[in-house]
């Protein structure tokens, strides 16, 4: 149940998210749950997905948010998302319009941050989060998910969960295909549920 108290600058809810999603993250959908976790805790938070590297690319893998985003891959070096992964550093931008690196997505956003996930010295992911609220990420934001990113690098939910299941196919133009009884909405995250709703 999505927790509205649960506010910036509010220490505790962010220590108690932290112990939570260590939780999550040992789990069998270790990142979807997280990713969950997060969007439906903070409500500063308005869309947040999960990149990994895949060669020079960034690949969206599980999401929340009202709706999805056209930016299901990105050149690593290209936009917020491409520069934190480039540079392996976080990325806080408190006024989207006035960065010209920002790809429009969602005219609603106002700010977002990016905060890489490294694993072995090597970044092999990012956090990637937009709000509709100017200037939302803080320096407790900034601390926490940087906490966070640490947990999933060091966890076994990159592997688990970003990649696309074993069941899905490549078709004879070497595009990715699946059968009916196994569809990606899961992974993908296109079967977001509003905050608030009970995820099966």
């Not at 688990?160 to 299941?165: K, L």
Request: negative net charge; proline residues 7%; hydrophobic residues 40%.
């Amino acid at each position: 149940m999505r927790r509205t108290g649960d506010v910036p600058g509010g220490s505790d809810a962010y220590a108690r998210a932290l112990a939570e999603l260590g939780r999550e993250l040992a789990g069998p959908d270790g990142l979807n749950a997280a990713i969950a976790r997060l969007y439906e805790q903070f409500d500063h938070y308005s869309w947040i997905g999960f990149y990994r590297v895949e060669g020079g690319e960034l690949v969206l893998g599980p999401w929340r948010g009202p709706q999805a985003t056209e930016h299901v891959r990105i050149p690593v070096g290209k936009g917020i998302c491409g520069a934190a992964a480039a540079s392996g550093a976080t990325e806080v931008v408190e006024d989207v319009a006035a960065d010209p690196r920002y790809l429009s997505c969602f005219v609603s956003t106002r700010s977002e941050i990016v905060v890489p996930v490294s694993r072995g010295g090597r970044v092999v992911g990012e956090i990637d989060i937009d709000s509709d609220r100017p200037g939302a990420f803080d320096d407790h934001d900034r601390a926490f998910l940087e906490r966070v990113a640490k947990l999933i690098g060091s966890s076994g939910a990159i592997a688990a969960d970003t990649a696309p299941p074993a069941s899905w196919l490549v078709d004879e133009w070497g595009r990715e295909s699946f059968p009916a009884s196994d569809p990606p909405s899961r992974w993908a995250g296109r079967d977001t549920p509003a905050r608030g709703a009970v995820r099966e």
